[in-house]
Each structure stands twice: as C-alpha cells, then as structure tokens.
C-alpha cells in the first residue's frame, strides 16, 4: 500500500530534472529530465496522483449565441444545454476514457444566491440546476469521474468575515455531501470533500490565504496567473502560500502542501499578445512535460468546455479539450496519452 506523504510525511522519490526541449519532444521525456533544477517540494507518489479538469455548465439552450458570447468553435456533437441528460453522460464517458478522475463545477460567481430559495441571476440559477442534473445523471454511471466544487467571493472579499461564503459551502454541503445520494460523486482529498474557493485575480490577499476555514472539507483557496502575482511567487514556480491556480502563462506555477507539490493547471493555450496559441499540440504537451517533471498530486488539464469567446479569443487561442469540429480530437488524444504517463509516474 503507497503511503499518502501528507498524512504520514514517510514517503520520499527521487527529485527529477529537466532537458529543455521542443514540446514534442518532451511528451514521452522521462519526467526527470525535464528540470533545470531541484524543485521546492518533492514529487508526489504516482500511485496517489489524479487528473482533474475544469467543467463548464453554462450553456443555457442547445442553440448558442452569437457576439460575445458566441463559441470559438463548435463542439463536434454540435452546440448543446449543459443540463442534457444525453450530453452529461457523453461528456461522463469522454472524460473517464481519458483518464480524468475529477472535475470542477464553477460556482465561484454564485455567492448570495441558493438553488433552494427563489431569486438569484438566471446564468447563476442555471448552472446551479444543471449541477443537480448532472449528479443525477452521473451516479447512474459505471464510469464517470468525482466532482469537486468551485464556491468564492470575487469582489467581495467580505464574504470570508460576513457569513456569506460559510453559507454558500453550507449549500454544497447539504445538497451533495450530507446527502447520501449524492455523497460518493464527491472528490475527496485528505479524507474529506475537496472544496476549492476563488477569491479573485489579483487575490486581495497578497500575502497570506485568506483567514477563512470549513471543517466539513479540505479547502484550497484559488486565484489565477500567479506568475504574474509576484508576492505570491516564489522560488522555482512555487505558489508561496499555497494558492492553487486557474490558470498561469507561460511556465505554470504549482501549490505544494506538506513538503510535496499538490496542485498545477495546464492549458492548451493562454490569452495575450505574441502567446503561441495552441501550436498544433506542442503548447499543451509542454506544459504536461513539466507537470510530468514536478509531480504533483493534481493536474487540474485546463478547461473542457467554456467556448465563449469573452474567455478564448479564436481557434489557435482557445485552450479547451472538448472536441471540436475545429480541431477533431487533438487535444483530448493528448489529455489521455499525458494523463497515463503522469499517472505512471514517467
């Protein structure tokens, strides 16, 4: 039996070093080869690791706009609702197939609002019925990953004082982990439900977590592009004080815990003047090269289906996984292929 080294700390593998190369080239690289130097924190045991991706369910009719918030592309089942029973067990088989163990329902935008009383914006209302659609979907499903659950407070860093950030877990709480229908769809990480919490870009608070807990899970507060967060950036692309990110440019930055690296997100791609876009795969299998390399306990694999052009400008600048009738199955072929070899260890 592997040992967790977060809840023992006895567990030790070597540290891995890299070979800076063209992104192909390093997609079956043994991961040591590919740092310059020692990471800050040592590399998770393979046989603990998991795969998650971020899981969009904002699409409100199977006829998308267009304008801003048109598709960059179109999903190669054609434009869909997120709450279709039809597309929730396709999306279930895709993600299990290749190797993804969870993912992240964003409901960072939500706070204020419960799906049990009346009122709330629309696109808030329907993300929060189409979660409830896809748990009673999913848990008919022999094969489908876990679910973690995204709550936060941008813009409204008061939450964390005010009582309504507590609220808004406690409705993740009675709706799926007290509930014993819904309980084991639930991502779980040191022994209890993993709830992430998204506080902004920039995070309000440039030099520590926020002063904010749950008992009820193990919580890990989120922000995005800590490289460019320099009090939250330490040594080697270490998440100082233990952030986990929704997104870098560039070299991503990884959170560890216990003296392990814990969390990294990879994208197909990022926004931004002179970006290299997708490159045909070479962005995204470099960027699992260095996952691959520090090891960490999760890979969050970018975004599978956001499509608005608000969030990925064009097709060479779009970074979800979902296929499309752009790019075929490119990047989810990456996705698996990636996964395993992480999984492994390699």
Not at 116 to 127: A, E, S, V
Not at 141 to 161: K, W
Not at 196 to 211: G, H, K, Q, R
Request: net charge positive; hydrophobic share 45%; with cysteine.
């Amino acid at each position: 039996m592997v040992r967790d080294p977060m809840l023992c700390g006895r567990c030790r593998n070597p540290r891995r070093r890299l070979l800076i190369g063209a992104a192909a080239a390093l997609a079956l690289l043994p991961a040591r080869r590919v740092l310059a130097q020692d990471p800050p924190a040592l590399p998770t045991p393979p046989a603990l690791r998991g795969v998650g991706i971020n899981y969009s369910l904002w699409h409100r009719s199977d006829q998308w706009p267009t304008g801003a918030q048109a598709g960059w592309g179109t999903p190669s089942i054609g434009d869909y609702a997120s709450n279709s029973p039809a597309v929730l067990a396709t999306h279930a088989a895709w993600l299990a197939s290749a190797g993804v163990d969870f993912i992240v329902i964003d409901w960072s935008n939500d706070l204020g609002m419960d799906i049990r009383l009346p009122g709330g914006p629309g696109t808030q209302r329907f993300i929060e019925t189409a979660t409830l659609a896809l748990f009673q979907v999913w848990r008919t499903l022999a094969a489908r990953p876990q679910v973690a659950l995204m709550i936060g407070c941008p813009g409204d860093p008061a939450a964390i004082s005010n009582g309504a950030l507590t609220a808004k877990a406690s409705e993740v709480h009675d709706l799926f982990a007290a509930n014993p229908v819904y309980a084991g769809l639930l991502q779980t990480y040191l022994g209890k439900p993993l709830l992430l919490v998204y506080v902004n870009t920039p995070s309000p608070w440039a030099e520590s977590l926020p002063p904010w807990s749950d008992p009820r899970f193990t919580v890990r507060f989120v922000t995005g592009f800590i490289t460019q967060q320099q009090t939250l950036l330490g040594a080697g692309g270490l998440s100082r004080f233990g952030y986990w990110s929704w997104e870098d440019r560039e070299v991503p930055t990884y959170a560890a815990a216990g003296g392990y690296a814990e969390c990294m997100t990879v994208v197909a791609a990022w926004r931004g003047a002179g970006t290299p876009g997708r490159a045909n795969g070479a962005t995204y299998l470099g960027q699992w090269a260095h996952a691959r390399a520090i090891g960490p306990r999760f890979v969050i694999a970018g975004t599978f289906n956001e499509w608005w052009i608000s969030e990925q400008i064009d097709v060479q600048h779009s970074k979800d996984v979902e296929p499309s009738r752009q790019l075929g199955w490119s990047s989810m072929t990456i996705l698996q292929q990636q996964a395993a070899l992480f999984k492994a260890g390699r």
